[in-house]
Structures are given as C-alpha cells and as structure tokens.
C-alpha cells in the first residue's frame, strides 16, 4: 500500500496509483513513471464542438460570432474600396487574364490543326521506319522535315562528314541530321556526338545539329548533346515526329533566328528555295 496515494475530492475517492518497475499487473488505470498520460487511450479521443450551455456561454458565442462577422465586413468594405480605387488596373489585369485564356485555346486549336495537316500529308508508324534500310531512312527523314516547312536534300554517303540530311528553314537556320537506323534496342554512344558537333559548323556551316535514331542514346550520350546543344531524338521521340506529327524544330526546341550557333556556323541566314525532293522517299513517290 506505500505505493498508492489516495486523495478525497467533493466525497469521491480517486486513486492515483502508479507502479515503480515492474509490470501494470492488468491494474485498470496503471501507468509507469515517465509513461504518457492517458496513452494510446487519450489518442483515440476526438475533438467535438459541442453546444453551449447555459446564458454565459451562449453570451461568450455571440460575441465571438459578433467580432469575426465585424471582421468579415470590414474586409469587405476594404475590397469594395480598393476595387472602387483601382479599379481600372482590376479591370486591365482581369482582360489580360481572360485575353491570355482565349489566346491559349486559340493557339492549341490551331497546332492541333496543324498536325492534322502534317500528318494527312505524311506519317511513318514506327515498325515502317524500322523496316527500311540505312538510306531509305535518311529518305524519310528528309520527307519528315519537308513535311515541316523545311527545304532539306539527303546527302549522306560514304565521307559524309556526319551529315545524312541538311536542312534549312526561313526562321532556324541551317539544320544538319545524322541519321542511325539501328536494330530496336539499340544505342547510340557519345562518339557519334563528337562527330556531329565537331563538323556541323565548320564544316556544313549549320546552326544546329541533330542525331535521329530508331533506337536509343546512353546517358553520356544524352547528357553530352545537352551540354553541347547537340539535338538527339531516340525511339519515343521519333514516335512523336513520324507518327503524331510533333515537328522536329519544336520537339529540339530550336531558337529561333539563330541565337545559338555552333562553332563555325554560317552568320547569314538565307535559306534555300523549298521545293525539289529527290528520286526517293515518299515525297518523291519512291520508297
């Protein structure tokens, strides 16, 4: 009994009782020294709002609810003022809004009229594009830039000084692609990088550069070209060129009027008239 402490509260006996080492001994109501009050049990109660009682709380309520409504109005009244005080820039920013609304939706209709157009024009679906061969991909990549709005010529050949398509466009300049039709699966290393950007400029006098595979890049690979702004479009977004009409300039997010030029790139922008495709490809009716 040294343990319990036994106080009289208003004629009710209540224990305090705690247990110093040991076990509770399935005591009702036992916790060790250091333990939190009430325990798991004080966790599971919820917190409940619950009504008032008698005249002095309900007198406490309505002054609460008479000071946060005081509140509310006064707020209120300050917007009204400020709106009635500024109101012409309120109305400015409110038409910029909506003009910035109704020019997205405007944007996004046409783009997606656009690619209609592209598409209804050409699209390869990506198991055509693995069963061409090395030149017939190039063909096709060219009648993908086309398709575009660029003027591009296929040029790859043996010494193509890593350039299989080149291609001009009134607003990004000179574009040079090297192609890499592989197995499905396959990777393009960081090598082929170094080529392209090394003779793209000085060589083809382009303002960009691109290496396009039906395959894959390693991560040096990715990392080297992004470094470099050297473009590099693998499987997925090849898939989103050919096949869902995404052009290439936007898929590269090409700057517009050269801001960024390769070393050796040309100064002069004058692009080539568009129009002759050659003997191949499906803008020239041949496969």
Not at 24 to 47: E, I, N, Q, W, Y
Not at 48 to 63: F, K, S, T
Not at 223 to 235: N, T
Not at 251 to 274: D, H, K, M, V
């Amino acid at each position: 009994m040294d343990d319990r402490r036994y106080r009289r509260r208003g004629g009710v006996v209540g224990a305090d009782l705690r247990i110093r080492g040991g076990s509770a001994g399935g005591v009702p109501g036992a916790r060790r020294d250091g333990d939190a009050v009430g325990g798991p049990l004080m966790a599971r109660r919820r917190l409940a709002i619950r009504r008032p009682r008698g005249p002095v709380e309900y007198g406490a309520a309505a002054l609460i609810f008479a000071a946060v409504a005081s509140l509310v109005v006064r707020l209120l009244v300050w917007v009204g003022e400020a709106l009635m005080r500024w109101w012409p820039a309120v109305a400015v920013l409110a038409l910029l809004g909506l003009g910035g609304g109704a020019a997205r939706v405007v944007s996004s209709r046409r783009e997606n009229a656009a690619r209609a157009r592209r598409l209804s024009v050409l699209r390869f679906s990506l198991a055509e594009l693995d069963a061409m061969d090395d030149r017939q991909f190039e063909f096709a990549l060219r009648d993908l830039l086309i398709r575009d709005g660029w003027s591009a010529r296929q040029v790859g050949q043996q010494g193509d000084q890593a350039a299989d398509v080149i291609a001009d466009h009134p607003l990004y300049g000179r574009l040079v692609v090297q192609a890499k039709h592989t197995k499905v699966g396959a990777k393009v290393g960081s090598q082929v990088m170094y080529q392209v950007n090394g003779t793209a400029g000085p060589v083809h006098r382009a303002n960009a550069a691109a290496v396009v595979t039906n395959g894959g890049f390693t991560r040096d690979a990715r990392q080297w070209g992004e470094r470099h702004a050297v473009g590099w479009v693998d499987r997925e977004r090849l898939c989103s060129w050919a096949e869902r009409g995404v052009p290439l300039h936007q898929l590269l997010q090409l700057p517009a009027l050269a801001r960024r030029r390769l070393p050796g790139a040309r100064r002069t922008r004058i692009a080539a008239p568009y129009g002759q495709t050659g003997s191949e490809g499906r803008m020239g009716n041949v496969r």
